[in-house]
């Protein structure tokens, strides 16, 4: 897709300026023009399938869309620099996926390769899909009468198994449970000290098995699976005392962030804290999702109307007044894995598609070898060391040297004194 770049000066001329992302915008019209129920601060109604499909959900609907991009799009300036105006998309082709949830849907969320979509509501209930020749269809549902006790209305989560994708995890916010499903059968659960906030399955970058990752209030506790229940929990992070409401994982490094507006990267090999992005966002971050082009950005979105590239280490010079902003505040993003574009909801029943997102992002400049005051490097350890010596060495033959001029002088007065008493 080519792109023409265009904005006005002040003077009312076009003038050119630095690549940047490209922002497409429209509104769904399946929602008949009413706002998109609220749901709870965590809940993820937006999903990015492909180039052009996407889906989004209010209430307990699903709405599949598809959508043609221009092939020259021209891109204008107005307000921050660097982010141009988003581009309205007239025509959107809207399917209504039909589906069995009769609660407000919390949740859609694909498989690894997105062979399997899957969408859950309030009480826990949930449908999943296989996803073929660019259509939807049911392959089972699991109503919320399956859990074996009584189900109170709240957030629930929904995560595929990536190493084996007929595995279900399902967390409910109330009832402070996660529960395996194999297709349809209940197979495992693990009953929580806290209340679930989000869950992802983590594939380990040693082996062929999958570990659960599930924020639980202000922890990030790490399950495995294969365990009983009672032993399940490996890993236990406890990054911050303000409820984390995030969860991305790029299958080396898993973030979380909250409400404490900052986000904690973890390294899912070793399970050690990576690095720390605090006070990125003016208000709570509720999505997060690593870059796939640059190992150290992250995409985030926040309570409001906001998404911010940045370094997750914090060592990067970005801030929140440099953000993108869209019309209200966010109802779920998602990012196309493999790809820099990313898919919003927001709450006023509008859609974004960031294309290139990338270029939101400034990497940090490559590091200058420092220099003395002569513009010479500073010796290594090594060659101090060799100096040191050479040094110590120089000083030595110095000393010698003069003490061996000091005992010449002295024999040479000795003699004197002798053969003057010889001549007397």
């Known amino acids: 897709m080519d792109e023409v770049i265009s904005t006005n000066n002040n003077n009312g001329d076009e003038t050119s300026t630095k690549p940047s992302c490209t922002i497409f915008c429209s509104k769904v019209k399946s929602f008949n023009g009413d706002a998109v129920s609220p749901a709870f601060l965590n809940s993820q109604r937006a999903l990015i399938v492909s180039d052009t499909r996407s889906l989004v959900a209010s209430s307990n609907r699903i709405v599949q869309l598809e959508v043609e991009f221009p092939a020259n799009p021209v891109k204008h300036f107005t307000k921050i620099e660097g982010i141009p105006t988003p581009i309205t998309i007239e025509q959107l082709c809207e399917t209504e996926i039909p589906n069995q949830l009769k609660s407000e849907i919390q949740s859609i969320v694909a498989s690894s390769k997105y062979q399997r979509i899957g969408a ?107 365990l009983a229940p009672r032993d399940a929990i490996v890993q236990r992070f406890q990054p911050t005392a303000d409820v984390l409401y995030t969860i991305t994982t790029d299958g080396q490094n898993v973030a979380v962030g909250g409400a404490s507006r900052s986000v904690h990267v973890y390294d899912c090999r070793r399970w050690t804290n990576l690095g720390n992005w605090s006070s990125c966002l003016k208000y709570e971050i509720t999505n997060a999702h690593f870059s796939s082009k640059y190992p150290s950005a992250i995409y985030l979105g926040g309570l409001d109307s906001e998404i911010l590239a940045g370094d997750w280490n914090g060592s990067g010079t970005t801030d929140h007044f440099s953000g993108l902003r869209v019309d209200s505040r966010w109802l779920g993003i998602s990012k196309l894995k493999g790809k820099e574009t990313l898919f919003g909801l927001t709450g006023s029943g509008s859609v974004y598609w960031v294309h290139d997102v990338d270029r939101l992002y400034t990497p940090p400049p490559p590091k200058s070898k420092k220099h003395t005051l002569n513009n010479k490097e500073k010796p290594s350890k090594k060659e101090k060391q060799q100096q040191k010596q050479q040094n110590k060495k120089v000083k030595t033959d110095s000393t010698t040297t003069e003490s061996t001029e000091e005992s010449t002088t002295t024999t040479k007065e000795q003699q004197n004194i002798e053969n003057e008493k010889v001549n007397q």
Request: glycine residues 4%; charged residues 15%.
């Open 120 to 226: 859950i509501d309030s009480r826990g209930a949930f449908e999943i899909f296989s996803n073929e020749a660019s259509q939807l269809k049911s392959l089972y549902s699991v109503g919320a009468n399956s859990y074996g006790s009584k189900t109170e209305s709240g957030w629930s989560g929904l995560s595929f198994d990536p190493v084996a994708i007929q595995n279900v995890a399902v967390a409910r916010y109330f009832q402070r449970q996660v529960h395996i499903f194999d297709t349809d059968r209940l197979a495992t659960t693990f009953h929580l000290t806290n209340n679930p906030t989000q869950i992802a399955y983590v594939q380990h970058p040693s082996s062929q098995q999958s570990l659960l990752a599930v924020t639980e209030h202000n922890q990030l506790n790490i399950y495995d699976p294969r």
